[in-house]
């Protein structure tokens, strides 16, 4: 049977079977967690389009987990060099994006973004004159620095009486980004910095609107799905009827099945033909596998669903077996020494014999002596 083929008869099986495991394990090959190509973080992001970064170390490992034999020294050396930039770009929340294609993402989504900030910005009393002045004031700073954490842009903003109070700096500092006039710069002391947005992105062509949408619904779709409409609407923070555009303007290049009577789309070339089972996968809080679908009772049961996200909208790490969330891991860090602590919803010493033996090969990644 050739590859086609093979394909198209798992797509029939898993449409008769309406199975949410058998999309879940197609959406770990179209995440690249069972396979992958790419080789650099630029490379994955320009497939990807964006990873969620909402915690700057485990979005590393978010990266990392999708490039075999790459180190954490080696995303940072990315974002360092510019080639990769953590901002603002998508519902809002922090995305890594690459520097490729962070303009037209920016000109597509800004609007929209701008448009849920300003009723924060209005609660907090950041005013259109207050913001103008403020974001006048991190630029001064960032353009005679070169590069600046966040402590020292708030000492700025304070010494110009500027109200920081309240979370009103990450709110400043979002609407510039917004306006593609900072974005992140080198982690220096462990610390992320701002840069001129100019400095680091460039200059790239601008697309119509309606190539930024198909761009973008083609990005999510082949490297998300099997994945619905309304999962690509929560993904990218876009109305509907935008969304919907895009996926229409690509839809002739989709697979496509059903679930629930909803169709989710995909792209068939980046699913092989036989999906091995997947041995253990340690995720990243807030990772893309569980956090860019609307629904997540496909990977997660619901009876398991607040273990694995709070009702205060953490995600927290996780281990995948064959797709689905079966417990959690984190680092625990002691004055000599960091241990992984694991916990399966259901316990299972055999299994968390294995887990352990699995994790051993992602170690290397942080470069340190974990004790499992």
């Given amino acids: 049977m050739g590859e086609e083929n093979r394909k198209e008869e798992k797509m029939r099986e898993m449409m008769i079977n309406q199975a949410p495991v058998e999309i879940a394990r197609l959406r770990l090959a179209s995440q ?4 992958t190509p790419f080789r650099s973080p630029a490379a994955l992001l320009n497939h990807m389009g964006g990873i969620q970064a909402q915690d700057l170390p485990m979005s590393k490992w978010a990266i990392g987990i999708r490039i075999p034999g790459i180190t954490e020294a080696e995303v940072e050396n990315a974002m360092n060099q510019g080639e990769i930039l953590r901002t603002h770009v998508m519902r809002p929340t922090w995305h ?3 520097a490729e294609n962070i303009h037209w993402m920016l000109d597509l989504t800004r609007v929209h973004l701008q448009r849920q900030s300003g009723s924060w910005n209005a609660a907090l009393g950041l005013s259109p004159d207050i913001l103008t002045r403020s974001i006048d004031i ?18 700025c903003l304070q010494a110009a009486n500027i109200d920081t109070s309240a979370n009103r700096v990450s709110h400043i500092l979002m609407e510039a980004e917004f306006e593609k006039l900072i974005c992140s710069g080198p982690i220096l002391k462990n610390k992320q910095t701002y840069a001129l947005f100019s400095d680091r992105a460039g200059k790239n062509p601008r697309i119509s609107r309606e190539e930024a949408l198909a761009k973008l619904a083609g990005m999510y779709f082949s490297s998300h ?5 309304a999962d690509f609407v929560w993904w990218s923070g876009l109305p509907v009827t935008d969304a919907r555009k895009g996926l229409e303007s690509i839809q002739n290049t989709l697979g496509t099945c059903q679930f629930n009577q909803e169709n ?4 068939e070339e980046n699913i092989p033909a036989v999906i091995p089972k997947s041995d253990h996968f340690f995720l990243p809080a807030f990772d893309e596998y569980i956090i860019s679908y609307k629904s997540k009772h496909i990977v997660i049961p619901d009876h398991h669903l607040r273990k694995a996200v709070s009702d205060n909208g ?4 996780v281990i995948i077996k064959d797709g689905q969330v079966t417990g959690l891991w984190r680092k625990v860090k002691t004055k000599n020494k960091t241990e992984i602590d694991i916990s399966l919803f259901t316990e299972n010493k055999k299994q968390e014999t294995q887990i352990r033996k699995c994790f051993q090969f992602d170690l290397a ?3 340190q002596s974990l004790i499992l």
């Fill in 32 to 35: 690249h967690l069972t396979h």
């Fill in 314 to 317: 953490i995600f927290r790490p």
């Fill in 225 to 229: 799905g099997p994945a619905t409409l």
């Fill in 365 to 367: 990644f942080w470069g």
């Fill in 96 to 98: 890594w994006v690459s």
């Fill in 264 to 267: 989710y789309w995909f792209t």
């Fill in 138 to 155: 991190l630029l001064a700073a960032i353009s005679e620095n070169e590069y600046q954490t966040r402590d020292e842009l708030v000492s």
